[in-house]
């Protein structure tokens, strides 16, 4: 194809929809040329005016949808187009997980190198009410002082007050709506980002799918509980059903993270219960668990189900384990399970759930995955399955070395993101693993985001003789 100057491109112009890109843009191309259309579906005919020229793509935004494609719906939100959160609400359900699996063959294609077997994404149990935990960022009205609550417009940190939103359980509003009227009672003051002022910064609420009931944290700028705080803290757990817990946490620091360091529990309990697996987990203020409970129950079925099928009794190495939910799901398969997971807070809630689960073979390690794997207390020791699953930006080439050296059967390879995915993988093909497939899961229906399971074979990787310890 003839690749044209981006100087050729015209400010507007007509093009064809052709597919999904990773972050859901639409994308068209005009002699080679790539234009990133936002909005748009594949198969759609669209005007377009260009926002912005690169190099080698441009970005654009639909000014008329001349055909619009057969996938393409009404979006059931009328926040969709100025609320950064689903970004392809615009897409029929079963079009999505179309468009999602190609994203990851794309990928693969892409990055890894080479076309890989992607199966068909296996579907959220529920698209709506799906997410179940929130996390607002707060701010406040200049003039009249009213505290906002919402979500960034996409693509900027303009705050969009949300006063109803269907991907997330219908109560979270009335949380949040009580938060906004309460916190103006009592003069709380909404962060403002411009110049680090302003008390109440987020405001994060964890509700389990099993129990219904909510844990609240209050994440204010500040590093002491105020008396106003505690009394909002105070109302919220008092006048509102099925609240758990009330917790503040202290972020004090000009910076994105959300949460702070320290947590305090202010009221109840400082955790919620959820079930995966048929095993009862607790899940704190800044424990990672997965934000859709049945879908996530999905991945960690077909996890144990394809270790049963495949192993008997094995050894399993759950590394980047959060609060071992692979370890204590996969317990009664395995022989022996050893976990590794860098955030003490998890680790604690591991080890409460193990004692109340009342399992005896997992061993719990609070520590970095790659300086743990490589340290000498795995010395000999060696595993039948590997489960990795790390935060977006992927695993460390350390970690995947030991990873390599400490599994002598199957690494399951379980990413939120495709991109470090592919690249992961393709270091794992680069020393001798075989990637046999992947199944990837949605675990966030109407946006771009896809989660995958990937099957990795390591029986052709040569490996110095070592003893089973176990
Ligand atoms: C995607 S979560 C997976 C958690 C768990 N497997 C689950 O499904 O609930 C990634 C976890 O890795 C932890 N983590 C991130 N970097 C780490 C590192 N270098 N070493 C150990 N754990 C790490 C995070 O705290 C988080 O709990």
């Known amino acids: 194809m003839q690749v044209i100057n981006k100087t050729d491109i015209p400010e507007i112009l007509t093009v064809k929809i052709e597919k999904l890109s990773n972050l859901g843009l639409g994308i068209a191309k005009v002699g080679g040329f790539v234009i990133f259309v936002s909005g748009a579906c594949p198969n759609d005919t669209v005007k377009i005016k260009i926002t912005k020229k690169n190099k080698n793509y ?17 979006p059931f939100c009328k926040m969709q187009k100025v609320c950064g959160a689903c970004q392809i609400q615009y897409i029929e359900y079963n079009a999505q997980l179309k468009y999602k699996k190609q994203i990851v063959e794309d990928t693969m294609r892409n990055i890894f190198g080479e076309e890989v077997e992607v199966r068909n994404v296996i579907p959220s149990p529920n698209t709506m009410e799906y997410r179940h935990k929130i996390q607002y960022p707060i701010g406040q009205t200049k003039d009249s002082k009213r505290i906002l609550a919402g979500y960034y417009k996409s693509g900027s940190h303009d705050l969009v007050n949300i006063k109803y939103c269907p991907i997330q359980p219908e109560y979270c509003d009335k949380i949040i709506d009580f938060i906004r009227v309460t916190a103006q009672e009592l003069k709380i003051t909404g962060y403002s980002e411009k110049d680090g002022l302003g008390e109440l910064r987020h405001v ?23 008396k106003n705080i505690k009394q909002l803290g105070e109302k ?15 972020n004090n620091k000009k910076t994105n ?34 934000v859709n409970p049945p879908s996530a129950d999905n991945i960690f079925r077909y996890v144990k189900d394809y270790i049963k099928n495949n192993f008997d009794k094995p050894t399993i190495l759950d590394a980047y384990a959060g609060i071992t939910a692979f370890g204590i799901c996969l317990s009664d398969t395995a022989s022996k399970v050893v976990s590794i997971e860098e955030v ?17 073979n997992i061993e719990l390690h609070q520590g970095d995955t790659g300086k743990f794997l490589s340290n000498e207390t795995l010395l000999g020791r060696q595993f039948h399955v590997t489960i990795l699953d790390p935060p977006r930006k992927g695993c460390t080439p350390n970690s995947l070395d030991y990873a390599l050296k400490l599994t002598k059967g199957k690494i399951i390879y379980v990413s939120c993101n495709p991109a470090t995915l592919a690249r992961d993988l393709k270091y794992l093909k680069e020393h001798g693993a ?17 989660e995958n399971v990937a099957i990795i074979d390591l029986h052709s990787v040569q490996l110095p003789e070592q003893k089973l310890p176990y």
């Open 204 to 226: 994060v609420i964890r509700t389990s799918y099993d129990s219904k009931k909510s844990l609240v944290v209050l994440v204010v700028n500040n590093s002491s509980l105020s």
């Open 58 to 74: 441009a970005n654009a935004e639909i000014i008329e949808i001349i055909e619009p494609s057969p996938d393409r719906i009404e």
């Open 236 to 250: 919220i757990y008092n006048n509102l059903d099925n609240i758990q817990g009330v917790a503040v946490n202290y």
């Open 434 to 450: 075989k990637v046999e497939y992947i199944q990837p899961f949605d675990m966030f229906p109407h946006t771009y985001h896809i």
């Open 344 to 360: 003490k807070e998890s680790v604690e809630l591991a080890e409460s759930i193990i004692n109340e689960n009342k399992i005896n």
């Open 257 to 290: 993270l959300i949460l702070g360091d320290k947590t305090d529990i202010t009221f109840g309990e400082g955790y919620i219960e959820e079930k995966l697996c048929d095993k009862m987990f607790k899940v704190g203020a800044k424990t990672f668990f997965q």
